[in-house]
């Protein structure tokens, strides 16, 4: 199908380039790095990224959460300049309806982290109903 719209028409060495394989690390791995793209991500030199182990329930759910939340949102940077890319659009929705699974489970389990979460939709205001996440580090 012809787009109307003119694919990649900005192409710089920041732009991964449409093609039929997106080459894209594992949410995990891209999360770590900071890139869901192989063909984008330049490590430091004599750094190897590597991901603090969850210590408790919270931050295995939290991390679910960042990761996925990550992902979609890389690919929806990636889907602006590449409208017409299917597979992207799949990651994209797949990624995006995993975020939201693990937001709710946390949720549900942690109480809200967004705005527009009906665990707000209580009496009393539940946003300070938990703590911080800065309280009780030290």
Do not use: C
């Not at 790095?33 to 991500?41: A, D, E, I, Q, V």
């Not at 190897?48 to 939290?62: D, V």
């Not at 299917?86 to 994209?92: G, M, P, V």
């Amino acid at each position: 199908m012809k787009s109307k719209y003119s694919l990649n028409h900005h192409y710089s060495p920041q732009t991964p380039p449409i093609n039929n394989n997106l080459n894209l690390y594992s949410v995990d791995e891209g999360f770590v790095k900071g890139n869901m793209f192989r063909s984008l991500y330049q490590g430091y030199p004599g750094f190897e990224p590597k991901l603090a182990a969850p210590t408790n329930l919270e931050q295995a759910m939290m991390h679910e959460v960042q990761k996925y939340t990550f992902a979609a949102h890389d690919l929806a940077l990636y889907l602006d300049n590449n409208p017409d890319d299917e597979e992207a659009i799949r990651l994209f929705n797949d990624y995006r309806q995993k975020a939201h699974e693990a937001i709710a489970n946390y949720e549900s389990q942690f109480g809200p982290i967004q705005m527009s979460s009906s665990q707000l939709n209580v009496y009393p205001w539940g946003w300070f109903i938990t703590s911080w996440p800065w309280e009780g580090i030290w």
